[in-house]
């Protein structure tokens, strides 16, 4: 009997778990916001029911805001691809090495190269000649290449390639020639594509064991690309570049913050062209977004989809056991295996976050899933802030509110329980007390100890912020100048 408890260091704000970062110290000058996990056991399965998939994905929430499911129909997991199965509720769209790897075989019936390389052979489908599958895909490919223009001829090609492979060919050789497709409208997914491709780029990692890949942003043109720390943290790493012109070159880490899942890194190559870096503090939900990057190693791949939420705590633990809880802007742009360190921009073609992260729906050992919609970036504004101290110095701060905190257990009552306070700390200097209930961080409401860890986080080391908590029922707002992690 496989054993269903979840082990993880930590869980997602959506589940009773907690948060602890491996370089938490109860001093005024390092110790975080941190929360402590509260054990956590998948539910039984019902009788006759399905038991739900593990080796790597964890047990399903049963708080936070979502109820549980039946266990013959899981609700959703959420993993970060390391080098093993992991219990970690959030997935990074990497894959399966320390580097974000694409995985060997993901989604597809064969191998997907990780840099370069044929493409596999097609499968023969059951019960179907080789030679006849063959051209039914090269008739596949034909009429896509003929779509654009041509209307009727489409519609001949499908029905005539199912009964006649010559006549199918004739066709293709035949058929109108295709016209010049018209230039992308201003402003146009199309045009902003185009405009937005050379500034992103896929990044390979290799430590001599594994070999990973991942995505990243061209923030100068004389080579700083900015990605996740997941994809290119790790020890003794060897960094290739892949740009959209198809040249390639080497780089090296100049510095990687895994609390913030940020890193830059350096390219052996000058004359690129860097990204337009927006804001993150004012978009909308509903807004239309733009997803680009290399998903299972298809370099330049791009997708679209709108802002779902803002500010949504995402919790991830990365293949070296290191906690991260990002602020994240959630999109329905697909997002997968790979995307990780890419770019999301608006309309505009201006950069406003960077992919990082996915929730699935779970898949068995060994095997890893793909978009269902809710992918996870870090806003630009976190991301910009933490890049250009690691450009500076290698090294990056977080803000701090110098207390550890546990999940409440009142549900009428949400927020994040303070369990201790950090002496002379920015909390105990603003009165917080041990017991307190926070329930805000400026205008934003706390309903979890993720969420308190992320709304802190979004803030700079030295800012002010308002926050709001209750003991013995009284509500009480003070301001509390953030410290430094």
């Known amino acids: 009997m496989t054993d269903l408890t979840d082990k993880s260091p930590r869980l997602s704000s959506m589940t009773d778990g907690g948060y602890r970062d491996p370089r938490d110290r109860d001093d005024d000058n390092s110790a975080p916001t941190r929360h402590t996990?509260?054990?956590?056991?998948?539910?039984?399965?019902?009788?006759g029911s399905t038991q739900p998939t593990t080796g790597g994905f964890p047990a399903q929430p049963t708080t936070g805001g979502f109820a549980a499911?039946?266990?013959?129909?899981?609700?959703?997991?959420?993993?970060?691809?390391?080098?093993?199965?992991?219990?970690?509720?959030?997935?990074s769209p990497y894959g399966t090495g320390q580097f974000g790897a694409v995985p060997p075989n993901g989604p597809h019936t064969g191998p997907i190269p990780v840099v370069g390389g044929p493409a596999p052979a097609p499968t023969p489908g059951p019960g179907r000649k080789t030679g006849t599958g063959t051209k039914l895909i090269v008739g596949a490919a034909a009429v896509a290449v003929l779509a654009g223009g041509v209307g009727g001829g489409v519609g001949y090609l499908v029905s005539d390639s199912e009964n006649s492979s010559s006549n199918s060919n004739t066709s293709i050789a035949t058929g109108p020639t295709q016209t010049a497709q018209p230039e992308a409208a201003p402003g146009s997914v199309q045009e902003t594509a185009a405009r937005v491709l050379p500034s992103v780029v896929s990044i390979t990692v290799s430590n001599g064991r594994e070999v990973g890949s991942g995505s990243g942003v061209v923030l100068s043109s004389d080579g700083t690309i900015l990605t996740n720390n997941h994809v290119v943290g790790g020890q003794n790493v060897q960094v290739l570049v892949s740009f959209s012109d198809g040249s390639r070159a080497r780089a090296r880490v100049l510095g990687a913050d895994p609390v913030s899942d940020v890193a830059v890194i350096k390219a052996d190559k000058t004359g690129l062209t860097p990204i337009t870096i927006g804001a993150s503090k004012n978009l909308s939900v509903g807004q239309n977004v733009i997803a680009i990057g290399s998903p299972l190693g298809l370099e330049g791949t791009v997708t679209t989809g709108i802002i779902s939420a803002l500010d949504r705590p995402v919790s991830t633990s990365g293949a070296d056991g290191q906690d991260s809880v990002i602020d994240a802007i959630q999109t329905d742009a697909a997002i997968n295996p790979g995307n990780s360190g890419g770019a999301l921009i608006n309309s505009a073609g201006a950069l406003i976050g960077i992919n990082t992260a996915i929730a699935t729906?779970?898949?068995?050992?060994?095997?890893?899933?793909?978009?269902?919609?809710?992918?996870?970036?870090?806003?630009?504004?976190?991301?910009?802030?933490?890049?250009?101290?690691?450009?500076?110095?290698?090294k990056a701060t977080q803000a701090n509110l110098g207390v550890s905190v546990?999940?409440?257990?009142?549900?009428?009552?949400?927020?994040?329980?303070?369990?201790?306070?950090?002496?002379?700390?920015?909390?105990?200097k603003a009165g917080i007390p041990v017991g307190a209930l926070i329930t805000a961080v400026g205008q934003r409401h706390i309903t979890s100890a993720d969420s308190l860890v992320a709304a802190v986080r979004s803030n700079a080391p030295g800012d002010t912020v308002k926050v709001t908590y209750t003991v013995d029922g009284a509500s009480k707002t003070v301001d509390v100048t953030l410290g430094t992690l």
Do not use: C, H, W
């Not at 996990?37 to 009788?47: E, H, I, K, N």
């Not at 999940?407 to 105990?428: I, M």
């Open 69 to 91: 499911q039946p266990p013959t129909n899981p609700t959703p997991g959420y993993q970060q691809f390391g080098p093993g199965p992991t219990t970690t509720p959030y997935q």
């Open 361 to 394: 729906l779970g898949a068995s050992t060994g095997s890893e899933s793909g978009s269902i919609g809710l992918g996870f970036a870090i806003p630009v504004d976190q991301a910009m802030r933490v890049a250009n101290q690691l450009r500076s110095n290698g």
């Open 37 to 47: 996990p509260t054990p956590y056991t998948q539910l039984p399965p019902l009788p």
């Open 406 to 428: 546990r999940q409440g257990t009142d549900l009428e009552k949400p927020g994040a329980v303070v369990a201790s306070v950090v002496r002379g700390g920015p909390a105990e």
